[in-house]
């Protein structure tokens, strides 16, 4: 479980300093709002790795909701497992391909040409 958190970390902050980068301007006063979206991407993080936890736990007791032991609040839970999961992955993603495009300056934007 911990590997799982510091996974999440790591790609929550990835993504908080690129949504940043991409949406403000380096030195305007809505950058330092990429600090806040790092420490709130660490407080989701942190969130869901306890969610998933949780989801594996064999339950002590009888549930609050009847709705818990139906079969469709098991596929709910694994809906929103696979929805993390994809979320992930597209993070990821985009985060591998910032860095192979990054270094490319000769390269012209959409309805641009020289």
């Known amino acids: 479980m911990f590997v799982y958190l510091v996974m999440m970390l790591i790609i929550s ?26 420490l709130a991407g660490f407080v989701w993080s942190i969130v869901s790795v306890i969610v998933i936890y949780r989801y594996f736990l064999r339950p002590k007791k009888k549930p609050r909701w009847k709705f818990l032991t139906t079969p469709k609040a098991e596929q709910l839970g694994d809906v929103c497992m696979f ?29 641009q040409t020289r």
């Open 83 to 111: 929805l993390n999961v994809i979320c992930l992955q597209i993070l990821w993603s985009s985060l591998d391909c910032e860095r192979e495009f990054s270094g490319n300056d000769d390269l012209d934007p959409p309805g």
């Open 13 to 38: 902050g990835a993504a908080s300093i690129l949504i940043s980068e991409v949406i403000f301007e380096q030195g305007s006063v809505g950058a330092d709002l990429g600090v806040l979206a790092v």
